[in-house]
């Protein structure tokens, strides 16, 4: 079986830089995205490979502590973070790239590597919850969309709410 991929995008109407700067200040993405209750950097405040962190989120109503790694860093373009969690090994990549001057495509990228027997077996399962993955996702990209253009918060909901 392949693994599982998912892969969105938004068009944020803001300079690559604003982009990347929201999105990689780890510390303080507790500001910006709503989900994410929680942050405690293991190995300082610097964005560099092998930075770790321990990131707490809101998922269906319970909160959830994850160990994560960055693996790749290439400011102001993209990187790559990867956490093992519940028999999987899981690989995020936020990649930055520049439309036009004032404007940028922020792509998130996930992909779920099933490690254990266990997780194998429920690979099909998993699938079924692809639908939920993908609005939290979504959820975290209208969220940088708003950190990154405060004045434009209006089309950030009104996107929302006709499902782009």
Known sequence: MANLILTLSRHIPAPQQVVWDVISDIPRCVESIESIVGIEMLTGDTMEVGARWKETRTLFRRETTEEMEVTVFEPPFRYV?????????FTSEIRCDPDGDDAT??????????????ARLMKPVAKLTMGTMRKMMQKDLDDIFRACTPGLEDEASAEEASGQ
């Open 81 to 89: 973070v990867e956490a093992d969690s519940c028999g999987a090994h």
């Open 105 to 118: 495509i922020l792509m998130m990228t996930m992909e779920t590597i099933p490690t254990t027997f266990f």
